[in-house]
């Protein structure tokens, strides 16, 4: 399970990474900024479902501070 949240994150900061270039290089003329960041936010909400959906079926434990 952590592996999944570590690859997760690494594929959120990249389709960030990779919006934030096509916005300096396209200029406004394209529509890949808007598609990466579109992908960023659907794998960002597909995280934090997953990771409810983990935590209501047990898969993760309770860690209480």
Do not use: W
Not at 26 to 32: H, L
Not at 35 to 59: D, H, K
């Amino acid at each position: 399970m952590r592996a999944l949240v570590v690859l997760a994150l690494l594929a959120i900061i990249g389709s960030l990474a990779s919006g934030f270039y096509f916005m300096l290089t396209d200029k406004g003329k394209g529509d890949r900024a808007v598609r990466a960041l579109t992908i960023r936010v659907a794998i960002s909400v597909s995280l934090f479902l997953l990771l409810m959906a983990s935590q209501y079926f047990g898969f993760l434990p309770d860690r209480h501070l």
